[in-house]
Each structure stands twice: as C-alpha cells, then as structure tokens.
C-alpha cells in the first residue's frame, strides 16, 4: 500500500474532540479519522502555514472548479454559478433552514439520523417531524434491512407545515447509498407537496470500493431543480477542522436568497486553508481509493469479530460511511437495558466510546454507532475492549 493507513498517531492534547474533550482510551464516536491526510492536502497546508501570514482570504475559481470537476465522475453536472460556499454542512443547512422556513414549521427528517438535525432544527425554533426508516433484523441484504416508509413520509410531507426535508445520502448513522429508485419517489413527492429537498451529502465518496452513490440532483433534473444539495471534502479527506462546504442548486431564486442568508449569518467566508486544502484534497484521488479499501478491510474485521466473539451484538450491513451501526437488541432484551445505559459502562469499565444510538432518534435505542477510521491494530484493540467490557456488563447484571 503507498500510503501509510498503518501508523497510530497520537493525538492526545492536540486539542482534538475526538481524543481530548473525554477522556477515553479508544474514542470510536465522532466522525473524524485517525489516518493522516494525503500528502497533497499536507504538502499545501505546510505552504500555507509556512507562508506566516494568515490573513483573510478569498474564493477563486479553481476552487469551485475542483468541486465541478470531481462530481463529473458521479454524473452531476455543475457550474460556477450555481455553487455557494459555506463554512460547514451545518453551517449550510442552518442558513437554508433560517432563509425557507418560518419559526414554527416542521423540518422532516429520517431517523435514525446525524443527531445535529434535530438541534439545528429544534435551535431554530422549528419542529423535528420524523418519517422514521423501517428495520428489519432478519435481513442480511443491504437494500432491504433498511426501507424508507413511503407511506408516512407522503402523510408527513402532505401536511402543509413541512417546509423541508434533510436527506442524509449516504445516510449516517445506517450507512446506506439511497437507491435511484428511492431518490425518485422521494424527489416526486416532495415536488407534488412543494417541499425543499436539502440533500447532506457529505459522506458521498465514503463508498465500500467499486461502488458510487447516486447525487440526488443527478437524477433528473426536472425533478430536483428546485433542491439544494451539500458537498464538501472534509469528512472524504478527513478535513473537518478545516470547515469549508458548498451548495449546489440550479435555481436561481434559491440561489440567490440563499446567499444574502449566508451573508446575513457569517457563515459565507473561507479560512486560510480552505482554497489550497480543498483543491489538494480533489486531486488525490489514489489516496482515496486505498482508504477506501483500508475501511472496507475494517468492516470486514469487525463483522468477523463480533460473528466469533459476540453473539448478542450483530453488524447491520452497509454500503457507505465509515461509521458501523451495531444492532444490541438481543442485549438490550436480555438484560432490560438501552444503548445509553451500555455504552456508559463501556466507557467506564474499559474506556471505549461508540455513540448510543437513542443519539440519533428513538428507533436508535437498539444500536450503538462505532467509528472504524483508524489503524486496524487500533480496531482490534477496541474491538478486544468492547468483548471485555460485555462480559463485566454481563456479570454486573447477573451478580445483581
Ligand atoms: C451527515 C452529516 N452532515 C454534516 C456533518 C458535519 O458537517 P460539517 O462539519 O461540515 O458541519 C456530519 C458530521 O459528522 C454528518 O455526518
């Protein structure tokens, strides 16, 4: 392999949320990889540092070009003037969230879901309306463990409240690519309700190998000319802390008045970083595709552990993200407990930290959500944590 998805890394006390804001011995929660950068992004951001002067900065056209170019290989067609910059997908979907709906309104989303939704939503002053997605444990099949009720979201979007719907695509925490066929039914229905799609693309490129996601907006454009789509390269290229993002829509209207809300938020200008970090980090493509092989090995490593090690907590399958949505329902019945209640004693017995699922919505209280983006001698030793940490939990329960 060229490049190093090897070396652990140490980044405690480098003021990383990950690593420093608890204090546990393998923080597998929040969505950042303990991998280095590609060499591009680091060669560009050194330059940058070097340069010592970190003024304000501006937007060029290259940067927006490295986005256009790079969705070309998804079949989204994109031009300058329909890119806005952000600094964040959250960033983004508060701005659209304040510039097309009203206090009061209902933002539709699908849980279980990127928990920040809801807050954003909820800080607003607006409604969580949920169309919760349908599980079904018995299936090994990626595109039936998880449906979309179309029933319920055609109810919810009718109700002349809903103003918008956040798509998650690919959908954290489940870890699904949304079909074609999904986007569709999705895309006329929310144009016979007048209801603003936003799709979070965020983790688009975070695809198991050989396979890509479908862009909302990709799928015809009569259909979703009236949506607002997020991109960005930084959980691809593991970026975050550089916050940069577009949106892209084809309507000139949406355009426009997202723009004068980005102004009106501050959310509309780059960091130093942003311009070099971002065209660097879409011209590594090779470093991508062998992380992507290095998380897909990972999930591999899991699955067969937990089928070896732990009968009672199963890996839900999936075909994006680096984030494994673990089902615990057979302990959480045998013991009469919930995702929060053992996620909270791993964390003491054995200091390892997976998000409880009820983080994501109701229907996520039989899971926890574990981050595998980082070396697999890493993995292992997480993995060997959460086997102990079971059985302490289980003699706890059983001594009692
Ligand atoms: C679906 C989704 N959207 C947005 C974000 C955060 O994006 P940003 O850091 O650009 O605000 C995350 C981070 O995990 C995410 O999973």
């Known amino acids: 392999m060229k490049y190093d998805f090897k070396s652990i890394i140490n980044r405690k006390n480098s003021n990383s949320l990950k690593w420093d804001f608890f204090d546990d011995d393998y923080p597998m929660w929040v969505a950042d990889m303990d991998f280095k950068v590609a060499p591009l992004i680091y060669e560009a951001v050194n330059k ?67 928990h920040v939704f809801s807050y954003v939503i909820e800080n607003n002053n607006r409604k969580v309306l949920e169309n919760p ?44 690519i949304w079909e074609k066929e999904d986007l569709e039914k999705i895309a006329i229905l929310a144009n016979e309700y007048n209801v603003l799609v936003v799709s979070d693309e965020i983790h688009c490129d975070l695809t198991d190998p050989d396979i890509q996601y479908t862009p909302f907006a990709s799928i015809d454009n009569d259909l979703t000319n009236d949506s607002l789509t997020c991109l960005s390269p930084t959980k691809t290229f593991n970026i975050a802390g550089l916050q940069s993002s577009v949106v892209f829509t084809r309507n000139k209207e949406f355009y426009e008045t997202l723009e004068i809300q980005l102004v009106k938020d501050f959310f509309s200008g780059p960091n130093v970083f942003t311009v070099d970090a971002t065209i660097a980090a879409y011209q590594s493509e090779e470093w991508l595709s062998q992380l992507k092989e290095v998380l897909f090995e990972n999930k591999t490593v ?32 045998d013991f009469n407990t919930d995702s929060n209640t053992f996620s909270e004693v791993l964390r003491e017995e054995v200091g390892l930290f997976l998000s409880p699922g009820i983080q994501f919505g109701q229907n996520g209280d039989n899971f926890l959500r574990m981050n595998v983006a980082c070396p697999k001698s890493l993995l292992k030793e997480g993995l060997n944590a959460l086997k102990e940490g079971l059985i302490k939990f289980k003699n706890s329960k059983n001594n009692k």
Not at 134 to 163: A, G, Q
Not at 302 to 327: C, G, H, M, Q, R
Request: a negative charge; charged letters at 25%; aromatic letters at 12%.
């Open 302 to 333: 899991v699955n067969d552990f937990l089928k070896e090690n732990i009968s009672e907590i199963k890996l839900v399958p999936s075909n994006a993200t680096y984030l494994l949505w673990l089902d615990i329902s057979k302990l959480n019945q």
């Open 48 to 114: 940058k540092t070097e340069h010592g002067i970190y003024g304000y900065s501006i937007l060029t056209d290259s940067y927006f070009d490295s986005y256009i170019n790079w969705w070309k290989k998804y079949n989204l067609d994109m031009k300058r003037d329909e890119l806005l910059f952000a600094s964040g997908v959250m960033p983004a979907i508060t701005s659209i969230i304040r510039a097309f709906s009203s206090e009061g309104d209902n933002i539709l989303i699908q849980t279980p879901v990127y």
């Open 133 to 176: 997605l349908l599980y079904n444990p018995n299936s090994e099949d990626i595109e039936t463990v998880y449906k979309i009720d179309f029933e319920d979201l055609e109810e919810k979007l009718s109700d002349p409240k809903t103003k918008i719907m956040l798509l998650c695509n690919p959908h954290n925490p489940i870890g699904r």
